[in-house]
């Protein structure tokens, strides 16, 4: 086996002894990528680092389980035979890329191959076929793939919850480690060949949604795109996986998610909102997360077919002879066709009772319409396979025996390997394909129809159709298959109601000519135009628009295992020194500080509210040195600040976001707005919807309404949230009031009124004083308090001062801000301004402790 020299690394990513991985002895060479460059063979871990590759090669490396290629061990010789698979996906997405562009391919073999076989064989197929195969050792593969993806994601992203041993294992950890495992096998793999600063990586399906965490934490900068080819369930059914967040995480690595559907693409957003607190928008008609500085872009487009490849096998003999066959076979009756794997969500048994019903209902019928049902080989075994064939075996059996006779078979069930040419032979000559699964992830076969019964030179003379002949297509589809909302000429069904079924299929061949010309012209147009190549382009093209801005910002890892992200921040921003202020503020004399309460100078989770001794000892040091003008800028209302805060005297505070405001303790209070007759408006349409939104609540401040959503359903709360705000800016659209949404809150404000108002006063304040400051500092952790970081600049840069004052505009948390600082937590705040307290003058009143503290922290 050749796995990375880290294999052993993966051993702190799930709880529980991880199975036994056998080292190889050396990794594959390097792809060379210029004539006489070879990329480093072992990406160091400075993951920062800024330079650009001078490589000009682009290359896409096309990631999944299995790789395009068939194998086969001759007999006589002993020695591996490989051939790519014409039929593969992988091998066909080729078509959308340009010419020059170099692609290999990362994934398993579907053979097993010796140790002593394997770094050969990797050889050979990587001069080969440009392919990279992981080999996975014997007992992983088969917990990786016949184990956790077949029977636990397969199951249950098809919505079938394990609840008895008959429907899908229960969670293993045993075989979820084995997942990991895999992962990081593959990942090993990829890092093996990547030159990661240039090339395009593209991971394929639900076997590897932990693998862009790997890549990420290798490298933070990777440029990397997933796209799901199987349904997203809704979150109703994914929260029950045990291992939710972790592969939520693992998808949330990549820069691009690609989905099918908008169903499907809707769920996972939905899930990382129940389950992760993230939102969503639309960002010039692309859809992006924002997930700690980075976004995260979703891709809603159905994979197409490849026209050429399914063209061809139109015109090989073997093809129209058989469609002579079937003519001959099948003369003066309607062939209505399905074309299936044989498992529990393929509806085939469904389909039957329709049938039957159809039969039963439109006697007419009887002797005159058959259905073909191609039965693929089963993907996986088990006992709800063997269940499905025996109900389709015996369902078949039974309409057979009631409406068939010497000279005619209803149903005719063909359960072998049928050859390409066969299949397209039946396609090109059936008047109505249906696909009926009850469950599906894309499902091709209705492309597949519509392109065969356009037909070719050679098929029209097997079918006897004139070359200038209108071409007829019907479909009967399941709606809950991936490619029925592209197809908006079908016939759409719910698969669980016979009736319908048995009423579309007698629509479809019913149906007048001409109608069925319009809609097979519509489908075709689609189909012919939206094929694999141009899913694929599409695909790169906006894999490459959102990595376009990789280098724009710095970005560093944080978190363990597989909860590892990256946060993706401006070159600019960097932690505040305490050192760094402390040496400015002991150089300046005129000091304005602005300070947040909760969050800042209390936890935000704090039970208690009020502050606690040592921060009224730390404000009130603050407060005491003659040069400097204290503010608290908080959302809170003044009662509880004056309460809270009386032991400082001299401390300025700002209630209600600066709607009241007042220099000290001895000063009144001033308000910077009088019109609040809105709230008579507002009151009764919040109570409205609190009513309707069991979890919500109204906040009631002297200045403003708050409807506050946090105990309510996510989704709900967020829809009743964007509702409200919709309304609100409606009735109070000719009042002096705002309204602004916020992290579960919709708030009605009077007009101008914002913190970063109070920040402008204050400075306005000192420079007509003759006090124009020369030290500014600002910390806050809220998005109300990037007002104040926006004001604090955008004043400074607008005022005729002597000089411009050193700005300390810091956030707490690393996040995207307007402020150029962060500090990690209200302790890291602490820390700073005990370091500011103790170089004031005068100095605490436990100077000393404030010494030993700051001396700890320098």
Same mark, same amino acid.
């Given at each position: 086996?050749m796995?990375?020299?880290?294999?052993?690394?993966?051993?702190?990513?799930?709880?529980?002894?991880?199975l036994?991985?056998?080292?190889?002895?050396?990794?594959?060479?390097?792809?060379?990528?210029?004539?006489?460059?070879?990329?480093?063979?072992?990406?160091?871990?400075d993951?920062?680092?800024?330079?650009?590759?001078?490589?000009?090669?682009e290359r896409?490396?096309?990631?999944?389980?299995?790789?395009?290629?068939?194998?086969?061990?001759?007999?006589?010789?002993?020695?591996?035979r490989?051939?790519?698979d014409e039929?593969?996906?992988?091998?066909?997405?080729?078509?959308?890329?340009?010419p020059?562009?170099?692609?290999?391919?990362?994934?398993?073999?579907k053979v097993?191959?010796?140790?002593?076989?394997?770094?050969?064989v990797?050889?050979?197929?990587?001069?080969?076929?440009?392919?990279?195969?992981?080999?996975?050792?014997h007992?992983?593969?088969?917990?990786?793939?016949?184990?956790?993806c077949?029977?636990?994601?397969?199951?249950?992203?098809?919505?079938?919850?394990?609840m008895?041993?008959?429907?899908?294992?229960r969670f293993?950890?045993?075989?979820?480690?084995?997942?990991?495992?895999?992962?990081k096998?593959f990942?090993?793999?990829?890092m093996?060949?990547?030159?990661?600063?240039?090339d395009f990586?593209?991971?394929?399906?639900?076997?590897?949604?932990?693998?862009p965490?790997?890549?990420?934490?290798?490298y933070?900068?990777?440029?990397?795109?997933?796209?799901?080819?199987?349904p997203?369930p809704?979150?109703?059914?994914?929260?029950?996986?045990?291992?939710?967040?972790?592969?939520l995480k693992?998808l949330?690595?990549?820069?691009?998610?690609?989905f099918?559907t908008?169903?499907?693409?809707?769920?996972?957003?939905?899930?990382?909102?129940?389950?992760?607190g993230?939102?969503?928008?639309?960002?010039?008609?692309?859809?992006?997360?924002?997930?700690?500085?980075?976004?995260?872009?979703?891709?809603i487009?159905?994979?197409?077919?490849?026209?050429?490849?399914l063209?061809?096998?139109?015109d090989?003999?073997?093809?129209?002879?058989?469609?002579?066959?079937?003519?001959?076979?099948?003369?003066d009756?309607?062939?209505?066709?399905?074309?299936?794997?044989?498992?529990?969500?393929?509806?085939?048994?469904?389909?039957l009772?329709?049938?039957?019903?159809l039969?039963?209902?439109?006697?007419?019928?009887?002797g005159?319409?058959?259905?073909?049902?191609?039965?693929?080989?089963?993907r996986?075994?088990?006992?709800?396979?063997?269940e499905?064939?025996?109900?389709?075996?015996t369902?078949?059996?039974?309409?057979?025996?009631?409406?068939g006779?010497p000279?005619?078979?209803?149903?005719?069930?063909?359960?072998?390997?049928a050859?390409?040419?066969?299949?397209?032979?039946y396609?090109?000559?059936?008047?109505?394909?249906?696909?009926?699964?009850v469950?599906?992830?894309?499902?091709?076969?209705?492309?597949?129809?519509?392109v065969?019964?356009?037909?070719?030179?050679?098929?029209?003379?097997?079918?006897?159709?004139?070359?200038?002949?209108?071409r007829?297509?019907?479909?009967?589809?399941?709606?809950?298959?991936?490619?029925?909302?592209?197809?908006?000429?079908?016939?759409?069904?719910?698969?669980?109601?016979?009736?319908?079924?048995?009423?579309?299929?007698n629509?479809?061949?019913?149906?007048?000519?001409?109608?069925?010309?319009?809609r097979?012209?519509?489908?075709?147009?689609?189909?012919?135009?939206?094929?694999?190549?141009?899913?694929?382009?599409?695909?790169?093209?906006?894999?490459?628009?959102?990595?376009?801005n990789?280098?724009?910002?710095?970005?560093?890892?944080?978190?363990?295992?597989?909860?590892?992200?990256?946060?993706?921040?401006?070159?600019?921003?960097?932690?505040?020194?305490?050192?760094?202020?402390?040496?400015?503020?002991?150089?300046?004399?005129?000091r304005?500080i602005f300070l947040?309460?909760?969050g800042?100078?209390?936890?935000?989770?704090?039970?208690?509210?009020?502050? &606690?001794?040592?921060?009224?000892n730390? !404000? /009130?040091? *603050?407060? +005491?040195?003659?040069? #400097?003008?204290?503010f608290? %800028?908080?959302g809170?209302?003044?009662?509880s600040?004056?309460?809270?805060?009386?032991p400082?005297?001299?401390?300025?505070l700002?209630?209600?976001?600066?709607y009241?405001m007042?220099?000290?303790?001895?000063?009144d209070?001033?308000?910077?707005?009088?019109?609040?007759?809105?709230?008579?408006?507002v009151?009764?349409?919040?109570?409205?919807?609190?009513?309707?939104?069991?979890?919500?609540?109204?906040?009631?401040?002297?200045?403003?309404?708050?409807?506050?959503?946090?105990?309510a359903?996510?989704?709900?709360? &967020?829809?009743?949230?964007?509702?409200? !705000? /919709?309304? *609100?800016? +409606?009735?109070?659209? #000719?009042?002096?009031?705002? %309204?602004?949404?916020?992290?579960?809150?919709?708030?009605?404000?009077?007009?101008?009124?914002?913190?970063?108002?109070?920040?402008?006063?204050?400075?306005s304040?000192?420079?007509?004083?003759?006090?124009?400051?020369?030290?500014?500092?600002?910390?806050?952790?809220?998005?109300?308090?990037e007002?104040?970081?926006?004001s604090?600049?955008?004043?400074?840069?607008?005022?005729?001062?002597?000089?411009?004052?050193?700005i300390?505009?810091?956030?707490?948390?690393?996040?995207?801000?307007?402020?150029?600082?962060?500090?990690?937590d209200?302790?890291?705040?602490?820390?700073l301004l005990?370091?500011?307290?103790?170089a004031?003058?005068?100095?605490?009143?436990?100077?000393?402790?404030?010494?030993?503290?700051?001396?700890?922290v320098?």
């Amino acid at each position: 086996m050749m796995a990375s020299k880290s294999c052993g690394n993966f051993l702190g990513l799930a709880s529980g002894e991880l199975l036994d991985v056998p080292q190889t002895p050396r990794g594959l060479p390097r792809v060379m990528t210029l004539p006489g460059i070879i990329s480093d063979s072992n990406l160091s871990s400075d993951v920062d680092s800024d330079s650009k590759s001078s490589f000009c090669c682009e290359r896409i490396i096309i990631v999944a389980n299995m790789l395009p290629l068939h194998a086969k061990k001759d007999n006589g010789t002993s020695k591996w035979r490989f051939s790519l698979d014409e039929d593969s996906l992988l091998l066909q997405l080729k078509d959308g890329f340009p010419p020059e562009t170099e692609v290999i391919y990362v994934g398993s073999l579907k053979v097993e191959i010796e140790a002593y076989e394997q770094e050969e064989v990797a050889q050979r197929l990587l001069d080969e076929f440009k392919c990279v195969p992981t080999f996975l050792p014997h007992d992983i593969h088969k917990k990786f793939y016949y184990g956790f993806c077949k029977q636990q994601l397969w199951p249950l992203f098809h919505y079938l919850l394990p609840m008895c041993s008959d429907h899908g294992d229960r969670f293993d950890r045993q075989l979820w480690q084995a997942y990991v495992c895999a992962n990081k096998l593959f990942a090993d793999r990829i890092m093996e060949v990547v030159n990661p600063e240039d090339d395009f990586i593209w991971v394929h399906d639900y076997h590897l949604m932990v693998l862009p965490t790997f890549l990420r934490k290798r490298y933070n900068r990777v440029k990397l795109g997933f796209f799901l080819h199987s349904p997203f369930p809704s979150s109703e059914i994914y929260r029950t996986l045990p291992v939710r967040d972790e592969i939520l995480k693992g998808l949330l690595n990549s820069d691009l998610i690609g989905f099918h559907t908008f169903d499907y693409a809707r769920h996972f957003l939905s899930c990382c909102g129940r389950m992760l607190g993230l939102d969503y928008g639309s960002k010039r008609g692309h859809i992006g997360l924002d997930y700690f500085g980075r976004t995260v872009y979703i891709k809603i487009l159905p994979v197409g077919i490849h026209m050429g490849r399914l063209e061809s096998v139109l015109d090989l003999p073997s093809t129209f002879n058989k469609v002579k066959e079937i003519r001959e076979q099948f003369k003066d009756k309607k062939l209505i066709l399905g074309v299936d794997d044989m498992d529990i969500f393929k509806g085939i048994s469904l389909k039957l009772l329709a049938f039957e019903q159809l039969l039963q209902l439109q006697t007419e019928l009887q002797g005159k319409l058959v259905l073909v049902q191609i039965v693929n080989p089963a993907r996986s075994s088990g006992k709800d396979v063997q269940e499905a064939k025996r109900e389709t075996y015996t369902t078949a059996k039974r309409i057979n025996e009631i409406y068939g006779s010497p000279d005619y078979e209803p149903v005719i069930l063909i359960d072998r390997h049928a050859p390409r040419y066969e299949k397209t032979a039946y396609y090109a000559a059936a008047e109505c394909c249906i696909v009926n699964a009850v469950r599906d992830g894309m499902n091709l076969v209705p492309y597949k129809y519509i392109v065969c019964r356009q037909g070719s030179f050679a098929m029209d003379e097997a079918l006897g159709v004139k070359l200038d002949s209108a071409r007829t297509s019907m479909l009967v589809v399941s709606e809950f298959i991936g490619c029925s909302p592209s197809l908006s000429g079908a016939i759409r069904v719910n698969p669980w109601d016979i009736d319908s079924v048995a009423e579309a299929m007698n629509m479809a061949i019913t149906m007048p000519d001409a109608e069925k010309q319009l809609r097979h012209e519509k489908h075709y147009r689609y189909v012919s135009s939206h094929d694999v190549a141009y899913w694929a382009r599409s695909f790169i093209q906006d894999l490459e628009r959102a990595c376009k801005n990789h280098y724009d910002k710095r970005c560093w890892g944080i978190g363990l295992g597989l909860g590892f992200r990256v946060i993706s921040l401006s070159p600019s921003f960097r932690k505040l020194s305490v050192h760094h202020i402390v040496s400015a503020y002991k150089r300046t004399s005129r000091r304005a500080i602005f300070l947040d309460y909760d969050g800042t100078v209390v936890p935000q989770s704090s039970i208690v509210s009020s502050p &606690s001794p040592e921060v009224v000892n730390v !404000l /009130d040091a *603050l407060c +005491n040195d003659s040069n #400097n003008t204290v503010f608290i %800028v908080s959302g809170r209302g003044r009662s509880s600040l004056s309460d809270w805060l009386a032991p400082c005297e001299i401390l300025g505070l700002a209630a209600e976001h600066g709607y009241f405001m007042r220099l000290n303790k001895n000063a009144d209070w001033e308000s910077l707005a009088s019109d609040l007759d809105w709230k008579a408006i507002v009151e009764p349409i919040m109570k409205l919807y609190t009513e309707a939104t069991d979890g919500s609540s109204i906040e009631i401040k002297e200045s403003a309404l708050v409807w506050h959503h946090q105990d309510a359903d996510p989704d709900f709360g &967020s829809c009743q949230a964007k509702e409200l !705000l /919709d309304h *609100l800016e +409606n009735v109070l659209a #000719n009042e002096p009031a705002v %309204v602004r949404r916020g992290q579960h809150i919709v708030e009605v404000k009077p007009q101008g009124v914002t913190k970063g108002l109070v920040a402008e006063k204050v400075l306005s304040m000192m420079a007509s004083n003759g006090k124009a400051p020369d030290f500014v500092m600002c910390i806050g952790d809220d998005r109300s308090d990037e007002d104040m970081f926006e004001s604090i600049s955008s004043a400074v840069s607008g005022s005729p001062l002597p000089a411009s004052p050193e700005i300390f505009a810091c956030t707490v948390g690393q996040k995207p801000s307007k402020a150029k600082y962060y500090l990690d937590d209200t302790v890291d705040v602490m820390r700073l301004l005990r370091g500011l307290a103790n170089a004031s003058n005068p100095k605490p009143r436990d100077s000393a402790d404030f010494q030993v503290a700051f001396d700890n922290v320098c």
